[in-house]
């Protein structure tokens, strides 16, 4: 797993679940670019994807984040919150670009 300590290492200037998620997708796609993942049968995908793309049907940009995470088996019986369930994609320490404002 990559470590997270949630006070030193999530910039200041992230103030928004919208930021937070950008954040998130942004390095987890930076560490694992190239893992990838069985999503079906005959069906591969990269675990992480970010990226900002121009819509020109309204002159925006506008990012997109996919994240394609393993559950354990354990959270179908399990007491906890869902999100405690996922696995790990890898054990990459988070850059220290990430961590900076």
Do not use: H
Request: glycine letters at 6%; aromatic letters at 8%; one cysteine or more.
């Amino acid at each position: 797993m990559t470590a997270l300590n949630i006070a030193t290492d999530i910039p200041s200037q992230i103030d928004t679940l919208e930021k937070l998620a950008a954040w998130l997708g942004l390095a987890l796609f930076n560490i694992n670019s190239t893992l990838v993942v069985i999503e079906g049968v005959g069906y591969t995908e990269r675990a992480c994807q970010a990226g900002n793309y121009w819509v020109a049907a309204d002159g925006k940009t506008r990012m997109v984040v996919r994240l394609s995470l393993e559950v354990s088996p354990d959270q179908s019986s399990g007491p906890n919150k869902n999100w405690t369930y996922i696995q790990p994609l890898s054990s990459t320490a988070l850059p220290a670009a990430f961590k900076a404002n």
